[in-house]
């Protein structure tokens, strides 16, 4: 079935350092993908998305292209602040039996450090 | 501004107990969603619905049922909890199809004891 594998983490860093959180997946054809962050003590919220090859979703500095060849979603920001403290999950669009779903990776945990 | 919300954000119940866990949506989305999230697990569909009295098994229905009887209200149902149901359970919602963003309640954690 479809999948997502994404590093691990937890990440931590310090502020305005550079961030890579990697995220590759295995689907049929070539689904939308997303970024979704998790702040402490709150619900999921949609960073950023990515709906056809090449795409490059972008929103508060962070950044993805999506790359059908390595089949990957790679989040980027240039310079991190301690308020980006949160975990990040990549998701693509499942469709099976005529559903849609989404299915997450396991999250990665950023800490940013003043 | 979407809104979901969620009727606990802290619950501890016993086992054998039967727990009730609400969701409600103020955006008129079709689609209604209930996830456990746990440590090095991310997040599991349990069940979903696309709409009303209509349901369908995620990933991890074990355990669980669901009632969909409102457009904008979707409930998650343990019959009789058990302390591997111990988690936190975030709804979502979405409208139509394809790639529509999905939001997400506060979350409940469940404890049971």
């Known amino acids: 079935g479809d999948s997502v594998t994404q590093m691990e983490g937890p990440v931590t860093l310090s502020e305005e350092a550079f961030l890579t959180i990697n995220c590759t997946y295995t689907?049929?054809?070539?689904?939308?993908l997303f970024w979704y962050v998790q702040y402490p003590g709150e619900g999921l919220q949609l960073l950023l998305k990515?709906?056809?090859?090449?795409d490059k979703g972008s929103n508060k500095g962070f950044e993805a292209t999506y790359r059908k060849e390595t089949t990957s979603f790679h989040l980027e920001k240039g310079s991190v602040q301690v308020s980006d403290s949160a975990v990040y999950f990549c998701?693509?669009?499942?469709?099976?039996?005529?559903?849609?779903?989404?299915?997450f990776g396991k999250g990665t945990k950023l800490t940013v450090n003043p | 501004d979407v809104k979901v919300t969620q009727s606990s954000r802290y619950l501890v119940k016993r086992t054998g107990e039967k727990v009730f866990l609400e969701c409600v949506q103020d955006?008129?989305?079709?689609?209604m969603f209930w996830y456990r999230q746990d440590p090095g697990l991310g997040l599991r569909l349990i069940y979903f619905?696309?709409?009303?009295?209509?349901?369908e098994k995620g990933d991890i229905p074990e355990g669980y049922s669901v009632s969909r009887e409102k457009k904008e209200r979707f409930s998650l149902i343990l019959e009789s909890a058990s302390t591997n149901q111990t988690s936190m359970y975030l709804c979502?919602?979405?409208f139509g199809t394809g790639a529509n963003t999905q939001y997400f309640g506060p979350g409940t954690r469940l404890t049971v004891l």
């Open positions: 979502a919602s979405s």
């Open positions: 689907a049929t054809g070539y689904p939308s």
């Open positions: 990515a709906t056809k090859a090449d």
């Open positions: 998701a693509l669009i499942s469709v099976r039996g005529g559903s849609e779903k989404l299915v």
């Open positions: 955006m008129d989305h079709e689609n």
């Open positions: 619905s696309y709409d009303v009295k209509m349901k």
